[in-house]
């Protein structure tokens, strides 16, 4: 039982470079979200999933895309990356009304 | 939306005294209660929760007790180590809104030996 797994840990991307943040749980979740973290910002929600083929914006959702295909998958995708998308990026996972399982998280910087 | 206010924002206090951090809310509809624990470089951790039907859940030398009425929740901390030295995050759910779970700004917690 992996958890909630995050891939990758760490990447350098050049303005305008689109990439996919993997994010994948083993533990049958339905709701699923994605986290940017940002000095003295807390935990802002970008997207988040209630389900499989059912995805909704959070806060900070301009520059992101997800799917959510299946119910152990859902990545993120960065579409033109800006340096102001450079933060660390959590997804997390959990039933109904309990807490979240959060992965370790990737590191981006855009440059 | 959901309103969330955590108090102090940073918390410095000698080991092996207590600490306590309160988290308001604003949606009478919130049900559960959450503190998450990040240590430096690490993910968020759930570290205890409480459900409306209760008023108090502890956990060793970790608490939160919960005022439904005034709405706010908190969590203590007793004996403190220097592991405990944190940014801990309150995160009440509703079940409304996006994603039913709003995060508060995160409470830093510093340990003094």
């Given at each position: ?49 209630v389900g499989a083929g059912i995805t909704d914006q ?54 | ?39 430096l470089g690490k993910r968020p951790q759930l570290i ?66």
């Amino acid at each position: 039982n992996a958890g909630v797994t995050q891939t990758p840990k760490f990447q350098v991307l050049k303005t305008g470079q689109s990439m996919t943040l993997q994010c994948a749980q083993d533990m049958n979740h339905e709701y699923m979200s994605w986290y940017r973290q940002d000095p003295g910002m807390g935990l802002r929600l970008i997207h988040y999933s209630v389900g499989a083929g059912i995805t909704d914006q959070g806060e900070v959702p301009n520059g992101y895309n997800v799917s959510r295909s299946t119910t152990e998958d859902f990545p993120l995708r960065l579409l033109s990356a800006a340096p102001s998308q450079t933060s660390v990026y959590f997804c997390a996972s959990r039933r109904d009304v309990y807490g979240y399982t959060f992965g370790s998280g990737t590191r981006l910087t855009v440059v | 939306g959901e309103n969330v206010e955590q108090h102090p924002s940073t918390l410095s206090v000698q080991e092996g005294d207590s600490a306590v951090i309160k988290c308001t809310y604003s949606d009478s509809a919130s049900n559960y209660f959450p503190w998450y624990k990040q240590e430096l470089g690490k993910r968020p951790q759930l570290i205890i929760d409480i459900r409306s039907n209760v008023g108090e859940k502890k956990d060793q030398r970790i608490a939160v007790t919960l005022n439904k009425t005034a709405k706010h929740f908190s969590l203590h901390i007793t004996e403190t180590q220097p592991e405990d030295s944190a940014v801990y995050f309150c995160a009440p759910y509703s079940g409304g809104g996006a994603d039913g779970l709003t995060f508060g700004k995160g409470t830093h917690l510093i340990i003094q030996p």
